[in-house]
C-alpha cells in the first residue's frame, strides 16, 4: 500500500533553515509529480512547490520563491523541501503529495513553527 514518511519539521527561530523530507512506497514514484503543500490554523491548504517526474521542473508559490527549494531523489523515492530564511508566516503542517493524472496520495503532514 501507498505509504509516506514525513520528517525534518520542527521549531525554528526566524530566518532559520529548516530540510523536509517525504520517502514514499507503494507507488512507482519516478511516475508521480511531486508537491508540498502548507495548511497554516484557520486557513486553506495551499501549494508551496512542486517537481515534475521526467525532466523535474519546479514550480512555487510566490510567497517562497528564492527562499525554498524542492528537490527529489528517485532512487530513494524521496522528495525534499529545503526551506531557508524561514519567517513566522511559514508555520504551518506541510504536507508531501504525489499526482499523475487523476490520482494522487497524501502524505501525513509534519509540523514546522517558526518562532522565536
Known amino acids: 500500500q501507498v505509504q509516506f514518511v514525513e520528517s525534518g519539521g520542527g521549531l525554528v527561530q526566524p530566518g532559520g533553515s529548516l530540510r523536509l523530507s517525504c520517502a514514499a512506497s507503494?507507488?512507482?514514484?519516478?511516475?508521480?509529480?511531486m508537491s508540498w503543500y502548507r495548511q497554516a490554523p484557520g486557513k486553506e491548504r495551499e501549494l508551496v512547490a512542486s517537481i515534475t517526474s521526467a525532466s523535474g521542473s519546479t514550480n512555487y508559490a510566490d510567497s517562497v520563491k528564492g527562499r525554498f527549494t524542492v528537490s527529489r531523489d528517485n532512487v530513494k523515492n524521496t522528495v525534499y523541501l529545503q526551506m531557508n530564511s524561514l519567517k513566522p508566516e511559514d508555520t504551518a503542517v506541510y504536507y508531501c503529495k504525489a499526482v499523475r493524472a487523476f490520482r494522487d496520495y497524501w502524505g501525513q503532514g509534519t509540523q514546522v513553527t517558526v518562532s522565536s
Open positions: 507503494g507507488f512507482t514514484f519516478t511516475s508521480y509529480t
